[in-house]
């Protein structure tokens, strides 16, 4: 039985549990299905599937994220499978900053906090109903800052597509053409950065279902900055361009569930050479 029929399998609080070796965090997944705090909330209306609270655990530390219950999935990756570890046997500095392009509902971000109570997150997401879920997420939890825009290359605006199933595949780049449409506003990365004065960044994750390639495009001048970058991509072409922007960095990890699309990870080849 894996993960999702474990969490669907009762109406009780469903707990799993999973040791990261690397990291030697314990990680717990608690969900409930008959959650009233969010089904009936009318504030959660319009998602792919009906609105649910989980919560994540690492020793003593819990956190609720309240997420679409078909999208849970989406924590088992992150928390359990650890999409977005950073490489074993290095030291990091604290707090980190750490800047999540792409934010979704906040399970990137409270990740981030696990790694470090004092970590400043800085969050970045376009879609009005994944922002609602966001800032509600991580209202109680200081450090962490929202905006409400999508990076790129430059600054302007674009029409989004919401996708009925999927908050995670909300796109200016893909959909099909009778989905939803959203304005959406742009902002140019690298400008965004220095107005908000994020000068040295510790981790850099990218989701934007398409954008990925240029956000790093506005950000070449600042990879000597960047500790990690975690960058999600969508092709095979895709893929090889981003590895040949970020030559100068050192891949130390890949995630993939499926052909031409998955999570590649990079270091800092300075940090290695300390």
């Not at 072409?237 to 995630?255: F, N």
Request: proline share 4%; hydrophobic share 35%; with cysteine.
């Amino acid at each position: 039985m894996n993960l999702i029929e474990k969490l669907f399998s009762s109406r009780r609080w469903t707990t799993i549990e999973r040791r990261n070796s690397t990291s030697q965090m314990q990680l717990v997944l608690q969900h409930d299905e008959s959650d009233a705090n969010a089904s009936d909330d009318s504030t959660y209306s319009g998602f792919p599937s009906r609105v649910t609270r989980c919560r994540v655990a690492r020793g003593r530390g819990t956190y609720s994220i309240k997420i679409p219950e078909h999208e849970i999935f989406r924590l088992n990756e992150i928390f359990n499978d650890q999409e977005y570890s950073l490489p074993e046997n290095m030291t990091y500095r604290t707090p980190m900053t750490i800047v999540d392009v792409g934010a979704n509902v906040g399970a990137f971000a409270i990740y981030g906090k696990m790694l470090g109570f004092c970590n400043v997150i800085h969050c970045f997401e376009p879609a009005p109903a994944s922002v609602s879920l966001l800032r509600d997420n991580l209202k109680s939890i200081p450090g962490t800052h929202i905006y409400p825009c999508g990076l790129s290359d430059h600054q302007g605006s674009a029409m989004m597509r919401i996708n009925p199933y999927s908050t995670g595949q909300n796109s200016i780049k893909f959909g099909d053409d009778d989905f939803d449409l959203v304005e959406i506003e742009l902002r140019n990365a690298a400008s965004l950065f220095e107005e908000l004065n994020v000068d040295h960044i510790d981790i850099l994750k990218i989701d934007t279902e398409g954008c990925e390639i240029e956000i790093l495009e506005a950000l070449r001048d600042r990879y000597d900055d960047i500790d990690y970058i975690m960058v999600e991509y969508h092709s095979d072409k895709d893929r090889r361009k981003i590895d040949a922007m970020l030559e100068s960095l050192v891949i130390y990890g890949s995630h993939a569930i499926v052909p031409n699309q998955g999570v590649v990870k990079y270091i800092n080849r300075r940090l290695i050479n300390a």
